[in-house]
């Protein structure tokens, strides 16, 4: 993604996390162990993961088609 963002989106709740896509690689299975383990420290994302178990659908989106979306968590690190 040129944008340098990315967005995880939980299909069906419509609840999205944002961060940066930099080491995504690097990052991203230990980000999977913290949701796994309940420790992630943003709780709206650690209630949601927490909540659906094994019925999570989520996607990946550009910060092209996020921007201005107050309800997602961490938008707030697009500026």
């Known amino acids: ?5 990315y967005a995880i989106a939980n299909i069906g709740r419509f609840k999205l996390y944002v961060s940066d896509v930099n ?3 690097k990052i991203w299975p230990p980000m999977l162990e913290v949701l796994n383990s309940g420790q992630h420290p943003d709780l709206g ?3 949601e993961w927490q909540q659906l178990a094994q019925q ?3 996607t990946f989106h550009t910060q092209n088609e996020i921007a201005g979306n107050r309800e997602i968590i961490g938008i707030e ?3």
């Open 56 to 58: 999570r659908y989520f």
């Open 1 to 5: 993604m040129a944008s340098g963002i």
């Open 77 to 79: 690190r697009l500026k």
């Open 23 to 25: 080491h995504i690689k």
């Open 45 to 47: 994302l650690q209630q």
